[in-house]
């Protein structure tokens, strides 16, 4: 029988290849590449420069959300905004020209598009646009005073002021369209309202005596001044008959006809309800309420 020496079993090191040349190194210093091995990084701090590496990409990815959001909130706020209709100025409403359901854009396309939603004025500018004759457009100048008398209200009268004289004539009508201000303000003044305006003299300073030569004038409805055998006269009711006046009238202006002479103040005048008038014809006259 043979007998055989038992050898001790050299450990086995699975995946790892020890080298004795390797020095000693500080944690979190890279392995060199030796023998076709790589050595990871190692020690406590290898993660922590792998994070703050990555940090700054973040920050940018966090901003860029940021950024984005803020434009859909300016996108959302501009949307909201164009569902609010805003006036151009403040005013008062006067009429709706738009109902709901209906398309409104800035020009009128036809169909069921409309050019306005509402129509508005702002009612402490109003201002009076009266045609005065051409005859008499040299006496009236900028920022004169006159008084305004509206058809609805024929006892009150309101202060103006003459804003501007419009730079051309209508020809056909022989009249130049002055626009007069407003200066009392009053709720019952309406826009197209119908209105008399009087442009009033100049004031004089103290102690100056007017002119001795100034005619002086009247205004008289157009209604009556008549023609008869080719005079101008009015005809004057005196003891409930009439009586032919001849006077010198200037031209038609807003209904009314200016007299320059015939007539001193006071009398009654014949203004309508007589189709042919006659001297020493009886009349009734007529009292307005």
């Given at each position: 029988?043979?007998?055989?020496?038992?050898?001790?079993?050299?450990?086995?090191?699975?995946?790892?290849?020890?080298?004795?040349?390797?020095?000693?190194?500080?944690?979190?210093?890279?392995?060199?590449?030796?023998?076709?091995?790589?050595?990871?990084?190692?020690?406590?701090?290898?993660?922590?420069?792998?994070?703050?590496?990555?940090?700054?990409?973040?920050?940018?990815?966090?901003?860029?959300?940021?950024?984005?959001?803020?434009?859909?909130?300016?996108?959302?706020?501009?949307?909201?905004?164009?569902?609010?209709?805003?006036?151009?100025?403040?005013?008062?409403?006067?009429?709706?020209?738009?109902?709901?359901?209906?398309?409104?854009?800035?020009?009128?396309?036809?169909?069921?598009?409309?050019?306005?939603?509402?129509?508005?004025?702002?009612?402490?500018?109003?201002?009076?646009?009266?045609?005065?004759n051409?005859?008499?457009?040299?006496?009236?100048?900028?920022?004169?005073?006159?008084?305004?008398?509206?058809?609805?209200?024929?006892?009150?009268?309101?202060?103006?002021?003459?804003?501007?004289?419009?730079?051309?004539?209508?020809?056909?009508?022989?009249?130049?369209?002055?626009?007069?201000?407003?200066?009392?303000?009053?709720?019952?003044?309406?826009?197209?309202?119908?209105?008399?305006?009087?442009?009033?003299?100049?004031?004089?300073?103290?102690?100056?005596?007017?002119?001795?030569?100034?005619?002086?004038?009247?205004?008289?409805?157009?209604?009556?001044?008549?023609?008869?055998?080719?005079?101008?006269?009015?005809?004057?009711?005196?003891g409930?008959?009439?009586?032919?006046?001849?006077v010198?009238?200037?031209?038609?202006?807003?209904?009314?006809?200016?007299?320059?002479?015939?007539l001193?103040?006071?009398?009654l005048?014949?203004?309508?309800?007589?189709?042919t008038?006659?001297?020493g014809?009886?009349?009734?006259?007529?009292?307005?309420?």
């Amino acid at each position: 029988m043979r007998i055989f020496g038992r050898r001790k079993p050299e450990p086995v090191h699975a995946g790892i290849h020890l080298e004795q040349d390797v020095e000693p190194r500080a944690p979190g210093k890279p392995v060199e590449r030796r023998g076709g091995h790589v050595a990871a990084e190692a020690g406590p701090l290898g993660g922590l420069r792998v994070r703050v590496d990555v940090l700054p990409a973040r920050v940018r990815a966090a901003a860029a959300r940021v950024e984005s959001a803020e434009a859909g909130l300016r996108f959302a706020q501009a949307s909201l905004d164009n569902t609010l209709v805003r006036a151009p100025f403040t005013g008062t409403v006067l009429r709706k020209e738009a109902e709901v359901g209906e398309v409104v854009a800035p020009s009128v396309g036809g169909g069921l598009t409309r050019g306005a939603v509402v129509t508005m004025a702002d009612l402490t500018t109003l201002e009076v646009e009266v045609d005065v004759n051409e005859a008499y457009i040299a006496r009236i100048t900028r920022d004169q005073a006159a008084r305004i008398i509206l058809d609805a209200y024929p006892d009150t009268s309101f202060q103006g002021r003459v804003r501007q004289v419009v730079p051309t004539a209508d020809r056909q009508r022989a009249t130049v369209q002055v626009k007069v201000s407003i200066l009392d303000r009053d709720p019952r003044i309406l826009p197209e309202m119908g209105a008399r305006v009087d442009f009033l003299e100049p004031e004089r300073p103290r102690g100056e005596a007017p002119a001795a030569t100034a005619p002086r004038t009247f205004r008289v409805p157009a209604a009556a001044v008549f023609q008869h055998e080719g005079r101008t006269i009015v005809w004057l009711v005196r003891g409930g008959r009439l009586e032919p006046r001849q006077v010198d009238a200037g031209p038609v202006s807003a209904g009314f006809r200016e007299i320059r002479s015939g007539l001193s103040g006071g009398e009654l005048l014949l203004a309508g309800g007589v189709e042919t008038p006659a001297p020493g014809m009886r009349v009734k006259v007529a009292r307005t309420p």
